[in-house]
């Protein structure tokens, strides 16, 4: 029996795409998965093609961050981004409902990954979505946070909506994930540099940009658009927030000389710029510390030297 | 005029491709480029797909390391790798020879980058390429090195072979790139640090196994095989060395728990593994130093911290 029928025995993706997207499907093909989904290409009679992801358990608020964070995106019609058609969960015959754990599915533009625009597109597009006025009226009230909580990795990211920027970042972000990894240790470091924060933004205005939120190389590419290359960035953990807060992951990410030339020149850098980085790197250790720590060692035992850093910063005075 | 005319008018390529490849080329797209090379797909009349890449500048060593790089992995019949059909300089009618500075190109079997196996086979596939018989008679006779210097990011990488892989390591990797650097203090930390590296191989026989050697998220990816999607790897900086020295890039692969369990079904883990990793992290740190250290701050920064960590451990006494 295949994974998407219903247990009456219909097939919710082919019938939703068969209803709204006009066509019915004339070819499936796997596109692999991760451990807890599978991607497919679905190809429709009237030529269209859609991407595909079934998560087998959960409810359909699994792929909600995603269609969400993804839609906010799109639209600031800056990078390329997948636009979603629907999600829903997988057991109901209509697409809808939330019936709890009987797995769900997310329907969206399928890209062409050809091609690689040059490196300051890439740049210079990201700085216009973090400029991008802002689709939700929290954010454009100027609070920080996101319409929904999503995940980072495989971790929960709380993301509700809070009106000052370092607080955000405290409380959400560096202390929630301390919480999690359940350190002593490494709390105590933590909260002593947590209860300081606001001196890393001392002079600088933060207003909330909306932010892809993961942003390593895994989750950039190059795709075929109608008027050559372009960027598109996938699968992200949206959240409005200080758009500096974006290279958290850039350690990963293989950014040249000529994306931060291209960033800048859209958002100029400001004085502070490598502290903070820091500080938002320090989320994304913490969170591999959390994803891997128990299973084996890996970049994580460096947020403990970050946080190191960070209060030596703090002791010797900012720049 | 196009890039690719020689001086005489001919289209080297076009050329290349008509005459071995039985094909005359009905399409040529754009796929973009880097800074000092540009990619383009041809499509021939007969079917055939390839890949061309193009540099500039530089003679036909350009792409001799990559071609030699890819051909080797090729070779062992492991995780699928783009043949490489010819390298040569743009500026000679015949595609041979070796007149300096007129750029360069490589033509190589084109992959069409579509779906994703799991992570585990691609831990399996790379422990079953380190295990391959070696393809060179100086690494079947237990040397360490490559037929020819390469590069790793922009820097080169020199490959000459020795027989003792902890002192490969030290000559060829660690002091090769302090003296890159160029910094005083840096080197006379490392220095110390690398006068002692038989201390991590003790009790541990390493064999040379054909290494990829920069290995990170952006140069794997799905791709669409005969029997479905299969792992790819690219832009490598190929040479034999002791197999855990493929993980110094890790922390920036998006290897999971299922890739580990793949690669240590098939090649077991030693015990010092963590620690070895380590050394073989400092290396690209370094290099990330030397290729970005001047123009901007980032994760080059770690390198000093890893090197203390390095000889606090020799301090204390390996595992
Ligand atoms: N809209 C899309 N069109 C085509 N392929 C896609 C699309 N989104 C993702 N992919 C492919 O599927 C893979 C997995 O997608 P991703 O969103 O990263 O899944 P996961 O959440 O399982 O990590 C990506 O690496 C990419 O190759
Ligand atoms: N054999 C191939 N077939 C199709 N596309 C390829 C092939 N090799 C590389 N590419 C594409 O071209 C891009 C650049 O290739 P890469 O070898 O990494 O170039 P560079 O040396 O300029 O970094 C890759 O990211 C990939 O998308």
Redesign the interface.
Known sequence: RSMTKTRAGGDVIADWLHEHMGGAVLRK???????WSS?Y?YELDNGKHLFVKLATSGDDTMFQGEALGLQAMYDTKTLRVPKVYHFGPLDSPQGGGTLRGSGSFIIMENLD???????HELGAGLARMHLAEPGDENARAGRFGFAVDNTIGGTPQPNGWMDDWAAFFRERRLLHQLRLAGDAALTRMGERLAAHLDRFFEGVQVKPSLLHGDL???NYT?VSGVQ??EWAILDPAVYYGHHEAEFGM???A?F???F?KGYHSVLPKEPGF?ERRDLYTLYHYLNHYNL?GG?????WR?AP?VIFKGRLLLKQGLP
């Open positions: 093909s796997s596109l692999g998965g991760s451990s991607a290409r990954m050809q091609g690689r625009p040059s490196m390593w190389s895994g190059g050559g290359p850039s350690w990963c293989g040249s000389g000529d931060w490598d891997f299973s084996y060692r890996g970049q460096l030297a």
